[in-house]
Structures are given as C-alpha cells and as structure tokens.
C-alpha cells in the first residue's frame, strides 16, 4: 500500500502539532512548579525535614485578694520521641526501656497519642523526675529521636489547703478533645480538671508556641538549631484576680482540720465574693499534675471520707432549721406573720396535728413566742404552725421564688442543684396521690426536713440577701463586677428585725450562746438535721457579722456533726478571724460551751400521748 506525498505531509503536521501541544503543556507545568508554586514546593520540602515541637504556654497565675499566689508555674521537664512509624516507636520504647523503667501505663499512653497526633512529638513522660531525664542525658546519642525539654509545670503552694476550689491540671483526654470545646487542642496538652482551672480555662491557658528540629527520613533528629524556619515563643495567659482571702483559707483548713468532714463558705454580703471555701477533707492537687500516681488514685476513691467530692458546692443535706429564715421571710412577704404574731397553740413540748404528734427539741417547752423569740429558741412547735399557715403549694412556690430550687451560681464547675420539689404534682408521682398528706408534709419541710436539701452555696446565697438589702450576687470566686439579683422584697425596718433576731440565737439564751465573742457581734442561724437513722445528726448554722452591719456570711456544714451549735462554733472563729476580733478558743481547745443546745431540726418523737400516733 502507497501514500499520496500529501498524506504524508499532512500527518508530518499532525505530528508536530502534537509535539508542540506535549511541549507546551510539559513546559507549562515546569514553569508552575518551578516558579509560580516554587513557595509552596519549596515549605512541603522544608516541612519533610522539619518537626514541630510544641512549646507549651504558660498558665496564668491565680492571685488571692492580697495579690498571695494560690496557682503558679514551676519548671519541669517533658521526654518525647520523635517517630515516623507507629512499629518504629514500639521499637524506640522497647530499647528506652532498657536504660529507664517504662510501665505498660507509660508505653500505651504514648502509643494513644502517637494514634491521635502522629506529626507530633510523642510525649512519653509529661512530668519526668529529674533523675530520669539525668540517665536520658547521659544516653542522648543512643537515642537520637528523643526530645527533652524545659517546660512551665502547674504548683498550688498551698496544695490541699485550696482543693476546694482551684481544681487541678493534667492531660487532656481522648473525649475532651472529641467535645466542641476544645476543638483547637491537641493531644498531650494540659488543662484545667476542676475548680477554677476548669471554669476558666480559656483564660487562664495561654497561647501555644512552636520551636522546629530538623530531622532525616527516619525521624531522627539531625539539627535542633539554626533551622531555617524561627521559633515561635508561646505568649503566657494574664494573671487571674480572685476574691480568696488566703490567710483566712488557711485558717478554715486548719479549724476544720483531719478530723471534720463537711464545708465551709464566707462571703462578702455586698459583692458575692468568696473570701473562703473549704470541703474537707481535700486533697492535695499538686499530685494531679502530670499524671496521678495510681496509689494515691485508689487511697483518695477507696476513703469513706469522700475527698474528691465537693461538700460545699455538690453535697445537698436536709438544712434543717436553718431553713426557719426561709419560712419567715415566706410568711412576711405574703403578710400571713409579722414579727409580734404568736402561735395560738403555745409550745409545751410537742404539737398534734391530726393523728399524729410532732415534738419540739425542748420537751420542756418554750410557752408563747413572737417571730423573733421562735427564731431565737428554734421553737419547732412555732414553725410548725406557721408552716401550716403559709401552706404547702405557697411553701413550695415562695421557695422557688427564693431560688431555692436552684443553683447559686458559684462560679465552679459541677455546682450540684439542690433537691426541692416544682409543685405538688411532686408528691403524687413520688408517693402516689393517696400516699401522702400536705399537713403532715408542710410540717416536715417548715423545719428544714422531708422533700428539701440544699447545698451550702445555696443557703449562704440566701443568707447573704439578709445580710444586705435582700438582694444577693451569685458567689463569685473570680473577681468581677457583681451583679445583684432581687431575692426578696421586705422592708429595711423588717430587715434589721430578722438579723436582731439571729443576734439573739448567739446570746446567752440562743441556740448558739456558747458561741458569742465580746466585740464580735455574731448573728446566725443553727440547724441539726437527721442524715439517717443510725448516723449522727448534720450540723448547720450560717451566720453575718457584725449583725447590724454585716461585712461576712459564713455558712458551715459539718456530716454528722451531732448539733448546729457544733458548727456555730466554727463559725464564730471564722467570722472573728476575719475581723481581726480575738477568739478564746484560738487559746485552748474547742468543746461544748453553757447556752449551746439542739435547735430543733430533728424529729425525735418521745412516747405520744394517749390516743396519738407517733411518727418520724
């Protein structure tokens, strides 16, 4: 077969055509690459042989009221590898564990995080002692990947003195950094756990540097400095002012020592400030950072006393009569008492309501008493009937109204609501429609027991109202500018009436009389409340002084404390602490004082009367 010369010269085109066409296109991607995206080739390169190595930020110092450091940074050290390969850092680990003891803790730990960030350093021990990181100096050239660096490590001088509320730091965990809010973390970075560390970690984490090692294509290290990319420096977070008063923190630590179990809240009445807040036992934080022992982990989980749990701000207890400030200020909102109304059954040891019969603390009675005397002597046989005034569906709805269904607002994380009921549908699901009578429930919650337990945050809130204007600020840790919530609308005359009234329950005829300081001025409110039937009895009381002028609220609670003049004692140290006043048992030991007695919270029943059935 031959072809027309013009066949072949229209295919030699055609050729060439195509020639020019592959040319082209050749030279105009060597003309991208090399030139118009030679920067990016040019960092994917540089970025093969460079490895970031996080710098950790600083976290910013928490100061007390006094500019006292309650959370600082100390330096420590971090040991990483640097691998390319997961079967390379198993194989790493295994000779490391030839010069320093790995446990199997240590090695599936670094494997999890090799999994989640494998561009990163895999930290091996985020808090390394500093024997170790000696013997790892001395075999650096053994191990060429490994990484040690110098960084800022979390430090509470005060350790368990703050557990209550500072929180601590550790390692973030595999479902925080799976949650919305830590969406720009990363594996092996530390943050806040609780307490104030938590609440504002945002804050108080810092800006995360950068510093660039070189390395070959096995990812050892070849080149630490003179890079050709510049670190960039972590910018430390601002420091964090708080309400704490830390010399009065202490002072709670030590009165509360090993031997009580239960809290403590004082408060600035007209800020919300926090001056102190104490849980105890607590524990130390500083065992927290870096990683927990696991000994320490099981002895704090394993102890009956329950240290990791927040007995000011999680526990919820019956008040109590402590509770009684509640039902006084209810009845004069609503115009059903004022402070000269009596009872029309005087108290003479008991009260029968129905079937039943309901005793007062004092079986020998306290007689006809006003408002302000029923509140000085916790009379039951008072409360009782004025509960049964103010009714349940208004019992319940003005506590509402007070907020007591609520949490404070302390600006904590896990701050526990207390248990309080919406209405009276409450009872018919609980203990079905036939299964309970409002008279005999009124009776319980207007002495602080039944449906009803609160949380000390709560009650100090409350207190603090009467202590100002009856307006309260959620208890503030933090300092901020305090914004004021009407709790109650009672006059200033009607005011000054209810804290005159808790003045007397610290006078020799009081509940708390053994508490009374000269000069210190100490108006509260005890409360003995029932935990159970075989355990001792929880002791309340939340006080103000000076009770004219009250410049703290301080709210104890002490588990099984027997009575609340028992915590009226601690608190009259903590308020006369506080005001620079001299406290007789910083002098000798504290013990029962003359004019200390039962308030009156619990229901004990003595043998009835004929024809009456006793009930718990």
């Known amino acids: 077969m031959s072809f027309h010369p013009n066949d072949i010269a229209r295919r030699a085109r055609i050729g060439a055509i195509l020639i020019v066409v592959l040319m082209t296109v050749l030279l105009s991607g060597f003309f991208n690459t090399q030139v118009l995206q030679h920067e990016r080739y040019a960092l994917q390169s540089e970025e093969n042989r460079l490895r970031e190595v996080p710098l950790p930020a600083p976290r910013g110092i928490i100061y007390d009221r006094k500019n006292n450091v309650i959370a600082e940074n100390l330096p420590a050290y971090t040991v990483s590898l640097l691998s390319a390969t997961e079967s390379a850092l198993k194989a790493e680990l295994a000779r490391l564990g030839t010069v320093i003891q790995l446990t199997p803790g240590d090695m599936q730990g670094a494997l999890k995080r090799f999994r989640r960030e494998p561009n990163r350093p895999t930290v091996i021990f985020p808090d390394a002692a500093i024997d170790v990181v000696a013997v790892l100096e001395e075999h650096r050239i053994d191990f060429p990947s490994l990484i040690i660096q110098s960084v800022p490590k979390r430090y509470y001088p005060d350790g368990e003195v703050v557990s209550a509320f500072v929180g601590y730091t550790s390692e973030i965990s595999e479902s925080e950094l799976n949650s919305e809010r830590f969406r720009n973390y990363k594996m092996g970075q530390q943050v806040g756990k609780g307490g104030l560390e938590r609440q504002y970690e945002e804050i108080l984490h810092g800006t995360e540097g950068m510093r660039f090692v070189e390395v070959d294509a096995r990812g050892r290290v070849v080149n630490e400095a003179g890079v050709a990319r510049p670190d960039l420096v972590p910018r430390p977070a601002p420091p964090m002012l708080t309400n704490i ?28 400030g926090v001056l102190a807040i104490h849980s105890g036992p607590g524990y130390d934080p500083n065992r927290f950072t870096g990683g927990i022992p696991q000994d320490y982990w099981t002895e704090l989980n394993t102890n009956p006393k329950k240290p990791l749990y927040n007995k000011a701000t999680q526990g919820t207890y ?34 029968a309501y129905g079937n039943a019969y309901f005793r007062c603390w004092d079986p020998r009675g306290h007689g006809s008493r006003d408002l302000s005397g029923a509140i000085e002597k916790s009379c039951n046989v008072y409360f009782y009937q004025l509960g049964l005034r103010i009714g349940l ?61 609160q949380t000390l945050a709560s009650m100090a809130r409350f207190y603090s109202a009467i202590a100002s204007d009856g307006t309260a600020a959620p208890p503030s840790i933090a300092r901020v500018t305090p914004k004021r919530e009407r709790v109650f609308s009672l006059t200033p005359e009607q005011i000054q009436k209810l804290r005159e009234a808790l003045g007397r329950v610290v006078s020799p005829t009081g509940t708390a009389g053994g508490s009374a300081v000269p000069g210190l001025f100490l108006g509260g409110k005890t409360g003995t409340a029932q935990s159970g039937k075989t355990t001792p009895d929880h002791a309340w009381f939340i006080g103000m002084a000076p009770v004219h002028d009250p410049r703290i609220v301080v709210a104890v609670m002490i588990e099984y404390g027997g009575h609340g003049w028992q915590a009226a004692r601690v608190a009259s140290r903590v308020a006369a602490k506080y005001l620079n006043i001299p406290h007789p048992a910083d002098r000798a030991p504290m013990g029962p004082a003359i004019g200390d007695a039962n308030d009156g919270s619990v229901l004990a029943t003595p043998v009835p009367p004929a024809g009456i059935t006793a009930t718990p």
């Open 245 to 272: 008063d830390m010399d009065l923190q202490r002072y709670v630590a030590s009165v509360f020592s090993d031997t009580l179990m239960g809290g403590v809240i004082a408060l600035d009445p007209k800020t919300g």
């Open 393 to 453: 569906s208004r019992m319940i709805a003005g506590g509402i109204k007070l907020g007591m269904n609520e949490r404070s607002g302390l600006d904590l994380p896990n701050e526990k609501a207390p248990r309080f009921p919406y209405g009276l549908d409450y009872f018919n699901k609980r203990y079905g429609p036939r299964g309970w009578t409002p008279g005999s429930t009124v009776i319980n919650m207007a002495i602080g027991q039944g449906e009803n337990s």
């Open 318 to 351: 019956p008040p109590g009569s402590s509770w009684k400030l509640v039902d006084a200020v209810i009845a004069l909102e609503n115009g059903i008492a004022d402070f000269t109304t009596r009872m029309p059954q005087a108290c003479n040891g008991g009260f």
